[in-house]
């Protein structure tokens, strides 16, 4: 039976070439010369350092514009609220990755809404759909592409 599963992950070696790519971006700018501004990478989180929340919002800017060109969909960052502690402002960014149990029934709902012959099940951080034709998958795949769930998805294992 051909089945498919549905995963939000982020290629970390590409999330880590964005972020050096933004951190040297706002090394060179000249709005940004003689501040301590930076972006760090630690695990799944990004942090931006500046002087100001609106260059926060400048190095947001950037570090979008980083990740989409490294094609990373942006909707995989959840942005904290900015944090003021002395002369610098801090921003944490989380980069979600993986399906939580609220999404992955968003998913399923969502496709058995659609009324077509297949099964969705949870498994893990990840759904697995699975039906008797391929054009029944492929058109969960286009439809799932089309819904605005707020975060990225990609198909994985794909089997005939």
Do not use: W
């Not at 301590?36 to 695990?43: N, P, Q, T």
């Not at 998913?107 to 969705?120: D, F, M, R, S």
């Not at 498994?123 to 286009?142: F, H, S, W």
């Amino acid at each position: 039976m051909p089945s498919f599963d549905v995963v939000s992950e982020v290629d970390m070696h590409e999330l880590t070439n964005a972020v050096d790519q933004a951190n040297k971006e706002v090394t060179t700018r000249y709005d940004f010369k003689g501040t301590d501004a930076k972006v760090e990478l630690s695990g799944n989180d990004v942090l931006l350092v500046g002087e100001s929340k609106f260059q926060l919002g400048q190095m947001l800017d950037i570090l979008r514009i980083k990740l989409s060109r490294r094609n990373i969909d942006v909707d995989c960052m959840d942005a904290q609220p900015a944090e003021e502690s002395g002369l610098k402002v801090k921003q944490k960014i989380v980069i979600k990755e993986g399906l939580d149990t609220e999404s992955a029934k968003k998913i399923t709902k969502l496709i058995k809404e659609k009324k077509l012959k297949v099964q969705a099940q949870i498994q893990n951080e990840q759904v697995r759909v699975t039906g008797k034709k391929r054009d029944d998958l492929q058109a969960v795949m286009a439809e799932l592409r089309s819904a605005a769930l707020g975060l990225p998805l990609q198909f994985k294992n794909f089997r005939d």
